[in-house]
């Protein structure tokens, strides 16, 4: 959500991997349907400095321990501006936007 909000893609789906012991995601693959504004290792690499993916860090950064699961039960999870979700945060637009101008830049 926050590569569209960052203008770096129109559609985006990010997929992460991991085996069990492991901190680190082992791989981060990056669909855009076509729409990114930059290649999908390019993407996979602010990705990787924009945010955390070891899985306590998620469970902070989305503060998955807080009981909001009952709100979400009926008319989904994604793509709901009724009740504040973080996972629907896009605070880190700004981040990735200013990581993508370095990059090009360099």
């Given at each position: 959500?926050?590569?569209?909000?960052a203008g770096?893609a129109r559609?985006?789906?990010?997929q992460?991997a991991?085996a069990?012991?492991?901190?680190?995601?082992?791989?981060i693959n990056?669909?855009?349907?076509?729409?990114?504004?930059?290649?999908?290792?390019?993407?996979?690499?602010l990705?990787?400095?924009?945010?955390d993916l070891?899985?306590?860090?998620?469970?902070?950064?989305?503060?998955?321990?807080r009981?909001i699961?009952?709100?979400?039960a009926a008319?989904?999870?994604?793509?709901?501006?009724?009740?504040?979700?973080p996972?629907?945060?896009t605070?880190?637009?700004?981040q990735?936007?200013?990581?993508?101008a370095s990059l090009?830049?360099a």
């Open positions: 959500k926050n590569i569209v909000a770096l559609r985006c789906e990010v992460l991991y069990i012991g492991v901190a680190r995601p082992l791989s990056v669909e855009t349907f076509g729409t990114g504004a930059l290649d999908a290792d390019q993407l996979v690499h990705i990787g400095e924009t945010f070891r899985p306590g860090a998620i469970i902070r950064d989305l503060n998955l321990r009981p699961y009952r709100q979400t008319y989904g999870h994604f793509g709901r501006d009724d009740i504040s979700l996972w629907e945060d605070s880190r637009a700004e990735l936007k200013n990581a993508a090009a830049a």
